[in-house]
Structure formats: structure tokens, C-alpha cells
């Protein structure tokens, strides 16, 4: 009985020390883009210092040389695209970039729907 309830102990815990899977937000971009470089100017300086950021960290990936470990729902045609990620692959995307305004809802939106992000209430800490 010592035996078995050590062994569960021991499996419980590598359990618990195991990695939670990480969202991280992809944006598929390519030289020259003008649209990739107002996301740049308006959005890449606070992106991480917002919730969504620290939930879903940026990767940069060049539209052509999309990395082998990243798993896309279907190819990926227009710059910037932005792709929800979990464990390497696609859950949702957003292609183009709407401006400023739009884009925090509609990635807020996508987080929430996709990847379990809680976002916070206003007036909330």
C-alpha cells in the first residue's frame, strides 16, 4: 500500500510539474508589407505590455519561410496574418490588420473563443 500511494505521489507530481500549453500569437509578415509595418508603429511597443500579450507572447514568421514546427489550419496567403497558437498549432486567425481599433476586440475576441483567455473587466486590477 506505502508502495502504490509513493508511486502515485510520484506520478502526480510529474503531472503537476508538466508545462501548461502556452497561446502565443503568430503574426505571419514579409518585407515590404504596409500594412505589417502601421502594426509595427501602432501596436508591436505595447503589445507586450498588455494582457493579451502576456497570455499570448509574439512570434515573428516570415510568410516565406513559415517554420516546420508550426501547424497551419491552411495556408497562409495575406501579410500581416495573425495566428492564435497552441503547442505549435493554428487554432483561429485574423488576416490583415484592421487598424487599431478594431484589432483589440477582434483579438481579444479570438483569445477568448479559441485559446481560454479571461479578459479583465474594466476598473478591475
Known sequence: MGMTRNLLAAGLAAVLALPALAAELVMVEQH???WCARWNEEIAPIYPK???GAFAPLR????RAIPADLE??????F??????VEDGRELARLEGYPGE???WPLLEQLLVDHA???PKKP???
Do not use: K, N, Q
Open 60 to 63: 515573428r514568421v516570415d510568410l
Open 123 to 125: 476598473g478591475s486590477s
Open 116 to 118: 481560454g483567455f479571461v
Open 32 to 34: 515590404g508589407c504596409e
Open 101 to 103: 481599433d478594431f484589432f
Open 79 to 84: 501579410t500581416p496574418t495573425f495566428l492564435i
Open 50 to 52: 498588455t494582457a493579451e
Open 72 to 77: 497551419t489550419a491552411r495556408r497562409v496567403v
